[in-house]
Structures are given as structure tokens and as C-alpha cells.
């Protein structure tokens, strides 16, 4: 079993729609939760990251992290064309390697 | 543009070659990661460093090795390729945002071996 897990998707939704991305994992000692976006041949581009349980929003994107039920989502409003892409969730332990442990990643499809 | 260059862009090699993969981390950054893309195994970490020493190692070949200089560029030697080994290779460099560290990704080498 991989440490995290991530719906591979395609997820096509409509311009316009909220879009929920999600991943699970189970490593309790994931402190770290981050977010990351990668369009087509290009490297990830970090979107979020949130610290410990709790929410983080900013601007049309808001970051969930249930650390009691091991599961962390992203959220994407007013979903856009642009937003088309593969969305990794990213976590990592509290030591001093820093070394991330992605998910497989969710491809995304805005339709206009 | 995340500020980390990588070179070559792509690289196309044969079975049993060696090759090496460059990476500059971003301005002032201490610490490079190497991490392999591909379709079957998503997005591994195989190793870090930090100014110069080697801090963790991941799921990194036998036949793969870094270093990084006292410029702070790294290299990645990938040798007796296999076909196996073709793959996405992202370098990425992390800096201390608001508290936390946070790494910012390369564009990648995209390794094909026939």
C-alpha cells in the first residue's frame, strides 16, 4: 500500500464548477501538507501548504487537512480553463530532511 | 519561472550509457532535491542535499549518484541506463517561507533511453 493515495482521475467538471481534490494517507507522522500544480511537461508549481490540521484559503483555492482521518482536500471555486492541469498533494514528516512524498496526482479537465 | 534552471532539457541516450543532469537552485537557496517522474512509480524523492552535504536519501539506485558544489549546483550521474530508467528527472530548491520550508521545482530533463 503506498503511503498516500490519490484519485488518478480525469475529473472533468464545467467552467465554473467547485472542484474537490483529495488524498488520503497513512503516515500519522505527515505534519507538513502541501499542494502542488503541473501543467504538461513542466515542473510542479506549489499552490498551497497548511501546517498540522485545519483550513488555509487563498483566493479561489482552499486547503482541508483531517489529520484525524488522515485525509487532506483541496478546493477550487469559480473553476476556470487555465485551472486544467494534474494537482499532486504533497506531504512530509517534521524532520530535518525535508524529503516530500507525493500522491500519484489527479488530472484535471475545465471544460469552457 | 521558479528560479531553479535545469539543463539538458531532454536527453536521449542508449542502454548501459551514463549521463549527468545538472541543476542551479534558486538564488540564496541551500538545498537541492532530486526527485524521479514516471508514469508507473508518480513523483519520488531519491535524494537531498544541503550546502554540500548529503542530508536524506530516498528510493535512489545503486547506480545513480549526486553531489553538489561549493557553487551549490548539483549534478545527478545516472549510469548503466536501462530502459527503466526513462523518466522525468525534477531538481528542486527550498527556501524558509513564513516559518516553513517550501520547495520550488525545476522544469525537468526528460530522459529517454532506448
Known amino acids: 500500500q503506498k503511503e498516500v493515495e490519490q484519485d488518478p482521475g480525469p475529473l472533468s467538471v464545467p467552467e465554473g464548477a467547485i472542484v474537490s481534490l483529495n488524498c488520503t494517507y497513512s503516515n500519522s507522522a505527515f505534519q507538513y501538507f502541501m499542494w502542488y500544480r503541473q501543467y504538461s511537461r513542466k515542473g510542479p508549481e506549489l499552490l498551497m501548504y497548511t501546517y498540522s490540521s485545519g483550513n488555509k484559503e487563498d483566493g479561489r483555492f482552499t486547503a482541508q487537512v483531517d489529520k484525524s482521518s488522515k485525509y487532506i482536500s483541496l478546493f477550487i471555486r469559480d473553476s476556470q480553463p487555465s485551472d486544467s492541469a494534474t494537482y499532486l498533494c504533497?506531504?512530509?514528516?517534521?524532520?530535518?530532511?525535508?524529503?516530500?512524498?507525493f500522491g500519484s496526482g489527479t488530472r484535471l479537465l475545465v471544460r469552457p | 519561472d521558479s528560479g531553479v534552471t535545469q539543463t539538458p532539457k531532454h536527453l536521449i541516450t542508449a542502454t548501459g550509457q551514463r549521463v549527468t543532469l545538472r541543476c542551479s537552485p534558486r538564488?540564496?537557496?541551500?538545498?537541492v532535491y532530486w526527485y524521479q517522474q514516471s508514469l508507473d512509480q508518480g513523483l519520488q524523492f531519491l535524494i537531498q542535499y544541503y550546502n554540500g552535504e548529503e542530508r536524506a536519501k530516498g528510493n535512489i539506485l545503486e547506480r545513480f549518484s549526486a553531489q553538489q558544489f561549493p557553487d551549490l549546483h548539483s549534478e545527478l550521474n545516472l549510469s548503466s541506463l536501462e530502459l527503466g530508467d526513462s523518466a522525468l528527472y525534477f531538481c528542486?530548491?527550498?527556501?524558509?517561507?513564513?516559518?516553513?520550508?517550501?520547495?520550488?521545482f525545476g522544469p525537468g530533463t526528460r530522459l529517454l533511453v532506448l
Open positions: 538564488s540564496g537557496d541551500l538545498s
Open positions: 528542486a530548491s527550498s527556501t524558509r517561507t513564513s516559518g516553513v520550508e517550501t520547495q520550488y
Open positions: 504533497a506531504m512530509r514528516e517534521m524532520d530535518s530532511s525535508y524529503k516530500l512524498i
